[in-house]
């Protein structure tokens, strides 16, 4: 099994910055992507950022020019930095990992537990 711990949120003024942190540990022989979807109360879920194993990256249209995904590969892990935070930012962020746990297996998709961000004055 491969399991995903998520660390960062919380609550936050408009403006302000957060990092949220997830780390993919278990039974992993390779990461494909790693990324970040939100939730808001009432609304799809939907794409923040996502990085491949080669550096690539996306970003949903809302977030551009403001957060930043990163990786450790060593460590498996990804970050995400959000700045300037708008109060249209609150949601419920969920970790996605696609990866193979062994030579032979799928991609599959893992998701974490999900860790609020409220951004309010």
């Known amino acids: 099994q491969v399991q995903l711990v998520e660390s960062g949120g919380g609550l936050v003024q408009p403006g302000g910055s957060l990092r949220l942190s997830c780390a993919a540990s278990?039974?992993?022989?390779?990461?494909?992507?790693m990324g970040w979807y939100r939730q808001a109360p009432g609304k799809q879920r939907e794409l923040v950022a996502r990085i491949t194993s080669d550096g690539s990256t996306n970003y949903g249209d809302s977030v551009k020019g403001r957060f930043t995904i990163s990786r450790d590969n060593a460590k498996n892990t990804a970050y995400l930095q959000m700045d300037s935070l708008k109060p249209e930012d609150t949601a419920v962020y969920y970790c996605?990992?696609?990866?193979?746990?062994?030579?032979?297996?799928?991609?599959?998709?893992?998701w974490g537990q999900g860790t609020q961000v409220t951004v309010s004055s």
């Open positions: 996605n990992v696609v990866a193979r746990r062994g030579i032979s297996d799928y991609n599959n998709n893992y």
């Open positions: 278990g039974n992993i022989f390779s990461i494909n992507a």
